[in-house]
């Protein structure tokens, strides 16, 4: 409903890290969160081949699984590649797409970035579509074109609040313990929901924007009170449960 804030969501982003000996920490999380009433959902995106073994570590709990990745093809010669619709089928409810670590190490731009959101949205599941600048262009006074560009470029025409999530990641931020201030964290957020307002009217004021990058329980209670910030998207503190928790329950 317009004028109300979006549901928090926080997702944790595990990366290339998680085999078997992991599952003990979504299991731990599912019993921390079980008589804990929550404003946020909750989500985990584990590597894809655990995909399965987590969703059934958590069944009946409060978390929901995502991918980190897929391809915007269905199907098809693309090895090594996942589509969206198999994501779906291994239980996930979203995929990360245009991580800056995707769009760095595979070199994928916003046309690559919008396609895939776009393969989620066919597939019936929802895209987290992550935009940053770099410390070069924050230096340099880019930052608020930076994330207009690529939100511009990466977001699909059929975008809805129901089907897309935000992130604004400063590529610098992630994994390095740096944090934006806050001031700053909140000018990039509003500037993301303005933008959103020009290309989407009326969904705009519901489409869920996280804060990603260095989150931690210590410093996410400031982060996520900053206006526009509906949630986190978190990489290294999502990999162990009590970390995890700390952040989960600013919104409990
Ligand atoms: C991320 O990878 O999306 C991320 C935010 O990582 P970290 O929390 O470790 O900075």
Redesign the pocket.
Known sequence: MAGEVPRALVAG?W?MNGGLAMLKEPRLLAGMLRDVKLRADVMICPPAVILRRVKSVVKGSKIKIGGQDCHWEPSGAHTGDISAEMLKEAGCSAVIVG?SERRTQHHEGDEVVRRKAQACHRAGISSIICIGETLEERKAGQTLDVVKRQLKGSLPDLATAANTVIAY?PVW???TGLTPSTAEVAEVHAHIRAELGRILAAESGQMRILY????KPSNAAELMSQPHVNGA?????SLKAADFLGIIKVYA
Do not use: D, R, T, Y
């Open positions: 982003n990366k991580h990641e931020a992630i994994g990603g990058g260095s989150v998207l978190v990489g290294g503190a």
